[in-house]
Every structure is written in structure tokens, then in C-alpha cells.
């Protein structure tokens, strides 16, 4: 089984995560943002990656420093629960629709962050959430992560299925890269030898 846990404490932030990669999609997630944590509950179900979350943040300034620092913690999780990357199919993506809205996200778990984020929202707020915070999120998850993700929201109205959307969208590229090919097994999916 792949499995990892972070520690993540600042003076913003103080985060436990534990990721396995080889789950079932069960969660137990709290960050203080009933938002983010609906979002989470997603990214676990649909990846089948088991999550355990707690995030005590500074949630009396806003709920910057908690969106972000959970991407990152999750992120490191991932990425340490991948270990050495062996056998893993590396590309995937995925396109999800939820009603009128239709969201694609494509990964190479390249070991080479980077993050392109073509997604708009209608509202600048989803209950008390700030939408801006999701890019901070998925920026955060894919450079701790060492993943190349591009998200795009092709269309949609509706900012909570917009976002629901892309972090479904995220959860099935993950489950698809991270599979393990028996073809591939012992070898990492690169002529270079190595990712990164």
C-alpha cells in the first residue's frame, strides 16, 4: 500500500494529513472550511485515495492560509506516498460534467511542477468561500505533488458546480496517473531514467 503522512506546522497553519494511494475513497476531513471540506471529500471519493485531514488555521484573518497550506500538505503526502515512482502510468486525464458544466484536468506526474488554471467563476464566493482560493489550492497541490496539472472549466454558470467539477476532474487524472502498470513494473515511465 502507498501511503504517506505530513506534519505541516507554521505559525499560520498546523496540519495532519495521512494519504494512501491504494484506498478505497473513505475520508475523514476538517479543515474549519465546510467548503473546502465538501471539495476534499470529492478529490478522496472519486481517486480512491483514503484521506485523513485536520487543519487548525488562522481562519479569524481568512481562509488563505488554510486553502493553500492544505494543498501543500496533501500534495507532500502524495507525493511521498508515490515513492519512487516505478511502474506508475504518469499521464491522465479526465473530463467530468456536472450538469451544464463540463471540466477537464490532464496530469503528468512528471516531477516537474507546474500549473495551468483556465477556470472563471460567475460569484467571487461559494458559501463563504472565496472562489479565488481554488487556484491557490491546486497550485499549491500540483508543485508540492511535483505534478505538471492543467485544469480548464470548458463551460458552465454555476460557480459550485464549476469548481465541483474541476476537483472531480483532478481526483480521476490522479487515480488514472498514479495506477500501476504491470507492464511498467520495476521502470520508470521516462527514457530518461529518471522524472524530474
Same mark, same amino acid.
Given at each position: 500500500?502507498?501511503?504517506? %503522512?505530513?506534519?505541516?506546522?507554521?505559525?499560520?497553519?498546523d496540519i495532519n494529513a495521512d494519504i494512501n494511494i491504494d484506498g478505497s475513497g473513505a475520508y475523514d476531513v476538517k479543515t474549519g472550511i465546510g467548503f +473546502?471540506?465538501?471539495?476534499?471529500?470529492?478529490? *478522496? =471519493?472519486? %481517486?480512491?485515495?483514503?484521506?485523513?485531514?485536520?487543519?487548525?488555521?488562522? +481562519?479569524?484573518?481568512d481562509g488563505h492560509h488554510t486553502t493553500e497550506d492544505c494543498g501543500i500538505a496533501l500534495g507532500a503526502a502524495f507525493k511521498q506516498a508515490l515513492g519512487?515512482?516505478?511502474?506508475?502510468? =504518469?499521464? @491522465?486525464?479526465?473530463?467530468?460534467?456536472?450538469?451544464?458544466?463540463?471540466?477537464?484536468?490532464?496530469?503528468?506526474?512528471?516531477?516537474?511542477?507546474?500549473?495551468?488554471?483556465?477556470?472563471?467563476?460567475?460569484?467571487?464566493?461559494?458559501? %463563504?468561500?472565496?472562489?479565488?482560493?481554488?487556484?491557490?489550492?491546486?497550485?499549491?497541490? @500540483?508543485?508540492?505533488?511535483?505534478?505538471?496539472?492543467?485544469?480548464?472549466?470548458?463551460?458552465?454558470?454555476? *460557480?459550485?458546480?464549476?469548481?465541483?467539477? @474541476?476537483?472531480?476532474?483532478?481526483?480521476? @487524472? +490522479?487515480?488514472?496517473?498514479?495506477?500501476?502498470?504491470?507492464?511498467?513494473?520495476?521502470?520508470?515511465?521516462?527514457?530518461?531514467?529518471? +522524472?524530474?
Amino acid at each position: 500500500m502507498r501511503k504517506a %503522512s505530513v506534519v505541516r506546522k507554521t505559525n499560520e497553519t498546523d496540519i495532519n494529513a495521512d494519504i494512501n494511494i491504494d484506498g478505497s475513497g473513505a475520508y475523514d476531513v476538517k479543515t474549519g472550511i465546510g467548503f +473546502l471540506d465538501h471539495m476534499l471529500e470529492q478529490l *478522496s =471519493r472519486h %481517486s480512491l485515495m483514503d484521506i485523513t485531514l485536520r487543519c487548525n488555521g488562522d +481562519l479569524h484573518i481568512d481562509g488563505h492560509h488554510t486553502t493553500e497550506d492544505c494543498g501543500i500538505a496533501l500534495g507532500a503526502a502524495f507525493k511521498q506516498a508515490l515513492g519512487d515512482l516505478k511502474g506508475i502510468t =504518469r499521464y @491522465a486525464h479526465a473530463y467530468i460534467p456536472m450538469d451544464e458544466t463540463l471540466t477537464r484536468a490532464a496530469i503528468d506526474i512528471s516531477g516537474r511542477p507546474f500549473l495551468v488554471w483556465n477556470v472563471t467563476f460567475p460569484t467571487e464566493k461559494i458559501g %463563504s468561500m472565496d472562489t479565488e482560493l481554488f487556484e491557490e489550492f491546486f497550485r499549491a497541490f @500540483a508543485f508540492a505533488a511535483g505534478l505538471t496539472l492543467h485544469v480548464e472549466n470548458i463551460y458552465g454558470r454555476n *460557480s459550485h458546480h464549476i469548481i465541483e467539477s @474541476a476537483y472531480k476532474a483532478l481526483a480521476r @487524472a +490522479l487515480r488514472g496517473a498514479a495506477t500501476v502498470d504491470s507492464r511498467l513494473a520495476g521502470v520508470v515511465p521516462s527514457t530518461k531514467g529518471t +522524472l524530474g
